[in-house]
């Protein structure tokens, strides 16, 4: 009865108002060409308002946002408000060909829907192709009583610290000539902060980011890691930060020197300037955790520069850096967040009424007639050995919506097909025959309102590595998460069930897993799928479809009249 009124409340919400002071967020997004100077040579690519990152969008809990896309660019375009739950909105939410048709060159889409229940940091990025190496940005929440809301101490200022990559080649061609090749996606040829390289790239020392603070006042970084397939560590030079939000879920407060953030992931964490006036760098590397896999080594600089700090040469202070492939660091760091108890705060689940184990990784898939230059299989990836097959000619949710037959089939497995010694690199010995995933549009259907427990098991087949893997349209909470192969009696005794973190997006460890649970309370379909792109179009993902409830509040309306045709 609880979960219901509560939908009812945010149905009241979306389609009454009654915040009597909530604001429509309004702005346009043209997408087109913009040439930027990076690494000593100029290249055209695809940006938003002619801006690079793109335009940060800043709105209160409680309010509605309309975005007006226009694509002027030479590719088809959607827009992912990734973290946003969409209630009664998944036509809004963006992924290609699952919610919706690509707009098309030359067309256009309105993007509108109600941010409820949410406050913190979230971004907005591209959801087709790897668009999003350039087409993206901040989608910044304040709480409805701005700053004044904040359950930590308020800042004297805020900023936006959006950690990317930059490929000096054209990046839709070389997933293209990976694709066809049935080979691997290409590393990046820079790591960047808000765009900029910084000092340690070629003609990169006019293209490094600055923050000037004040001595002895405290400021929100709000730190988003953009990168296409780098899962990063952040650190600052001589200072402590305190981790307050993970995924715009406030955390208990969590004091660090070093930060992990895997693709998809959103920390806010408060900087004390209180050390002494000088320059310090603010760096981010990549966390490589998989030592066969090939990973862009470098590191980008930005500089904290304190006002008061003395006119000197000296270069600014670098900080003590962990090794690439520090995972002890990267896994004390995400294993120790927990939730911040609220009196709003949504409750964890405690009786399950669907349980899935699912198996993903790397894998090989014949090689098919779109592939001309692959020979024999190619490389792919899958979930419980399903290697996501995308629609090309209608989304899942129209099919879903409309009762399209044909489109997909609801038999997604709970349980892979096969038990084996899934994190155990010798697997690789074995044969190709655990090598081998099917393809398949598969989506795994909901009752509303049902709670889903989730053992996300990592592989070593082909390579183990650490997968971000993000769910639309929820949030969920992380009960608890280790190494090696998933053991229930003895991991359930590490379960958190008072306060787990919650997230949009858990970096699953290397060569091991994670358990996560959420209400499916969103009537659509939502993807899950690993937020390293290379790995997307290869198939590391799956859908849910969760079935309407009882009530008008909880039932999918029909599609906005401007929905983009395939």
Not at 420 to 448: C, H, I, M, W
Request: hydrophobic residues 40%; charged residues 10%.
């Amino acid at each position: 009865m609880a979960r219901a009124a509560f939908f009812l409340v945010c149905f009241f919400f979306v389609f009454f108002g009654f915040f009597a002071d909530a604001a429509v967020v309004e702005q346009t997004f043209e997408v087109g060409n913009l040439t930027v100077r990076r690494l000593c040579k100029s290249k055209i690519i695809t940006a938003v308002n002619g801006e690079y990152p793109g335009p940060t969008i800043n709105a209160r809990e409680g309010d509605t946002v309309v975005i007006y896309v226009i694509n002027h660019s030479p590719y088809n375009i959607t827009i992912h408000w990734h973290g946003i739950f969409q209630r009664l909105t998944p036509w809004a939410d963006g992924p290609n060909f699952i919610t919706q048709c690509p707009i098309q060159p030359g067309h256009s889409y309105t993007y509108k829907f109600n941010i409820i229940g949410q406050e913190g940091t979230l971004w907005w990025h591209a959801h087709v192709s790897v668009l999003r190496t350039t087409v993206y940005g901040a989608l910044i929440i304040q709480p409805r009583a701005g700053p004044l809301g904040y359950p930590f101490p308020i800042p004297y200022k805020e900023a936006v610290i959006l950690l990317g990559e930059w490929w000096d080649a054209d990046v839709v061609n070389l997933e293209n000539l990976a694709l066809a090749s049935g080979g691997a996606f290409n590393n990046s040829d820079a790591l960047t902060i808000n765009g900029r390289p910084g000092d340690l790239y070629p003609c990169s020392k006019k293209h490094t980011y600055k923050l000037v603070v004040e001595q002895g006042k405290s400021y929100l970084l709000r730190i988003i890691n953009a990168a296409l397939n780098s899962q990063f560590f952040f650190k600052i030079a001589g200072h402590t930060l305190t981790v307050v939000a993970a995924d715009a879920s406030y955390t208990t407060p969590f004091p660090t020197d070093t930060i992990a953030i895997a693709p998809g992931q959103t920390i806010d964490a408060l900087l004390h300037a209180d050390s002494h006036p000088s320059n310090y760098y603010i760096s981010a590397l990549t966390y490589a955790s998989s030592p066969a896999i090939p990973f862009d080594n470098t590191t980008t600089l930005a500089i904290l520069s304190y006002t008061n700090s003395p006119t000197t040469t000296t270069p600014p202070l670098m900080p003590s850096l962990p090794s690439f492939n520090d995972t002890p660091t990267a896994h004390h760091f995400y294993s120790n967040l927990t939730a911040l108890l609220l009196p709003q705060t949504q409750s964890l689940p405690l009786s399950i009424s669907d349980r899935m184990f699912i198996t993903f990784g790397l894998s090989l898939t014949p090689c098919s007639s779109d592939q001309p230059q692959c020979q024999g299989f190619a490389l792919s990836a899958n979930m419980n050995n399903v290697s996501f097959r995308f629609p090309t000619n209608i989304s899942l949710l129209e099919a879903h919506f409309n009762g399209v037959e044909g489109v997909y089939t609801r038999d997604f497995p709970d349980r892979p097909p096969l038990v084996f010694d899934y994190t155990n690199p010798n697997v690789n010995a074995v044969g190709t025959s655990l090598q081998l995933s099917e393809k398949g549009t598969k989506v795994k259907r909901l009752r509303f309102n049902s709670t889903v427990e989730i053992v996300l098991q990592n592989t070593a087949v082909l390579a183990s590595d650490s997968h971000p893997i993000h769910l639309h349209g929820f949030n969920f909470y992380v009960l608890a998460q280790g190494f090696g192969n998933y053991n229930h009696t003895e991991a359930v005794e590490k379960f958190n069930l008072w306060n787990p973190q919650v997230r949009n997006t858990i970096a699953v460890p290397v060569g091991g897993w994670a358990v996560i649970r959420f209400w499916a309370d969103n009537p659509g379909i939502w993807f899950m799928h690993c937020h390293l792109d290379v790995h997307l179009p290869l198939g590391l993902g799956m859908a849910f479809e969760v079935e309407n409830g009882p009530t008008p509040s909880s039932t999918l309306p029909p599609p906005p009249p401007d929905l983009p045709r395939c």
